[in-house]
């Protein structure tokens, strides 16, 4: 571990924050989907840019864990390229670009394409934590349907997508059932990314720094997104295309179109995975 940056508390949160934090988040645990408020104090970067995440972050990390942060599933990301370096300066802890190696993943927008492991916490930033948003502007109306379990409103909704345009046409931020119990908003992930927090090993912990809101999935806890008997959740489909870079076809695909020519050309979200089958490929592994 290298020395983190003197004149800072480690972590930069002060001890009294870090322990608030973490009676939140074992709350949070403790009840799956459910939204716990928390102070939120400020850091020196704007709300809206991941603070809840990186408070939690924060909050859970040790000088011995190893960090990974990803930003839309890019390591070299503006934003996770920032947050990396505020996390080293105030820790000193290891990093790494490997999802395997980390102890702790730091992310916006996606989860790693690598099934992650027991011993890990995947920390997600969450610009809006209340999936009602889409149904209910009023936040106390909005809790009073989480206390009562009153999810009709949002069930109309998706119908009404689908009377409408013939398809539900949320992308990111699919409304998913925590637990048999509390809706949730799983981020702006996209839908590519949602089964893999069904059932799961690992932890997952959200963060809303500006709505100061966490909430979690704990291993082993069923995650149903919403869909209706008839009209199934499906995931984004990326059938006859594969990643430019290392010829990938079962991963999450960003769609670019090529400087000049004007043409489509798909590559990796995740880089590190892409980088490893990148390897893999030339090495005659995979």
């Known amino acids: 571990?290298?020395?983190?940056?003197?004149?800072?508390?480690?972590?930069?949160?002060?001890?009294?924050t870090k322990r608030e934090i973490r009676r939140k988040v074992l709350k949070a645990v403790a009840i799956p989907g459910y939204q716990?408020?928390?102070?939120s104090p400020e850091l020196p970067i704007a709300r809206g840019w991941g603070t809840g995440g990186i408070q939690i972050?924060?909050?859970?990390?040790?000088?011995?864990?190893?960090?990974?942060?990803?930003?839309?599933?890019?390591?070299?990301?503006?934003?996770?390229?920032?947050?990396?370096?505020?996390?080293?300066?105030t820790t000193g802890v290891e990093t790494t670009f490997d999802t395997k190696a980390a102890t702790i993943v730091q992310t916006r927008h996606r989860i790693p394409e690598?099934?992650?492991?027991?011993?890990?916490?995947?920390?997600?930033?969450?610009?809006?934590?209340?999936?009602?948003?889409?149904?209910?502007?009023?936040?106390?109306?909005?809790?009073?349907?989480?206390?009562?379990?009153?999810?009709?409103?949002?069930w109309i909704f998706l119908y009404e997508n689908i009377v409408k345009w013939g398809e539900i046409t949320i992308g990111a931020r699919y409304p998913s059932l925590v637990n048999g119990r509390y809706l949730i908003d799983p981020s702006p992930i996209p839908r590519w990314d949602v089964p893999k927090l069904d059932n799961a090993d690992t932890l997952y912990l959200f963060g809303a720094g500006r709505e100061k809101r966490i909430y979690a999935v704990p291993p082993y806890t069923r995650v149903q997104p919403l869909e209706f008997d008839d009209f199934k959740f499906r995931v984004e489909d990326f059938n006859g295309h594969s990643c430019t870079r290392c010829g990938a076809s079962h991963t999450y695909l960003n769609e670019i179109t090529g400087a000049g020519n004007g043409q489509k050309i798909y590559a990796c979200s995740d880089s590190s995975h892409c980088d490893k089958l990148r390897r893999a490929r030339k090495e005659g592994t995979d």
């Open 1 to 16: 571990m290298k020395m983190h940056q003197q004149g800072y508390n480690f972590a930069f949160l002060d001890e009294n």
């Open 36 to 39: 716990v408020p928390f102070a």
């Open 57 to 89: 972050t924060m909050s859970i990390i040790g000088p011995n864990d190893v960090l990974k942060v990803i930003d839309q599933g890019c390591d070299g990301g503006v934003n996770a390229v920032n947050i990396r370096n505020l996390l080293v300066k």
């Open 114 to 154: 690598e099934k992650m492991r027991e011993d890990q916490i995947l920390v997600l930033q969450v610009p809006i934590p209340d999936p009602l948003r889409y149904v209910e502007p009023s936040e106390v109306k909005a809790r009073e349907m989480h206390g009562e379990m009153d999810y009709s409103r949002m």
